[in-house]
């Protein structure tokens, strides 16, 4: 089955500074790749994802990056707020409603 | 956009007893549900995977007789924990997909077993 990791677990940056997470995946057969934000306690909220068909996709301050080739996909968040702290999980699916498989989490922390 | 209503919220139950959790699409048809389990600082585990009218699908090492799906209709799953034990207590979260916005997740519910 598909297997997702995600590094680093814990990433501290100051206010303004960039924050990137990595994640790869195992199966070629996946195809869609959505980001979460989960605060405590809530359930995660996706706020952005991307398809095999396309290498990037950005939403204001988000971007996410997709390399099939290498298997590996990246969360870049810009201009970090103290709001933007919270637990951001990776995953990856076949689509077509098939199941989920989230990478272990990031703990991200914007300083003031 | 697509909305799935998890109840309860929270739960604090006694050792051997039954929970039972549910999950609701409000405005679309859930043709399949997920089932997750996290625990304190951990990662989302997908227990089960439902269809309306069909048995669940667990994933290796969840135990079904312990941990029963009922996916009787397209706007409602539930999940009964069986016979719980401390080492159940975990949030239990559902997610839905059935529409245009991928996966829909429920609220969540914290279980506490005492």
């Known amino acids: 089955g598909e297997n997702v990791e995600q590094h680093p677990s814990t990433l501290s940056v100051q206010e303004g500074d960039s924050a990137v997470i990595k994640c790869t995946y195992s199966d070629s057969a996946s195809n869609y790749f959505p980001w979460y934000k989960q605060e405590l306690g809530k359930r995660p909220q996706l706020i952005i994802d991307i398809r095999s068909n396309v290498g990037e996709k950005k939403d204001q301050r988000i971007a996410v990056t997709l390399n099939k080739t290498a298997k590996h996909f990246s969360l870049h968040i810009t201009e970090t707020q103290p709001e933007d702290s919270a637990v951001y999980f990776c995953?990856?699916?076949?689509?077509?409603?098939?199941?989920?498989?989230f990478g272990t989490g990031t703990q991200l922390k914007v300083e003031l | 956009g697509a909305v799935v209503s998890q109840h309860p919220s929270w739960v604090i139950c006694k050792s051997g007893t039954s929970v039972k959790i549910e999950c609701r699409s409000l405005?679309?048809?859930?043709?399949?549900m997920f089932w997750y389990r996290q625990f304190p600082k951990q990662s989302l585990m997908l227990m089960a995977t439902s269809n309306e009218g069909s048995k669940a699908t667990y994933e290796q090492g969840v135990e079904k007789d312990k941990f029963l799906i009922n996916h009787a209709s397209l706007t409602l799953s539930t999940l009964t924990v069986t016979s719980a034990h401390p080492e159940d207590s975990s949030f239990y979260i559902c997610s839905a997909t059935g529409t245009e916005y991928g996966y829909t997740f429920g609220s969540g519910t914290r279980l506490t077993v005492v």
């Open positions: 405005d679309f048809q859930a043709t399949t």
């Open positions: 995953a990856a699916s076949t689509g077509g409603g098939n199941k989920l498989t």
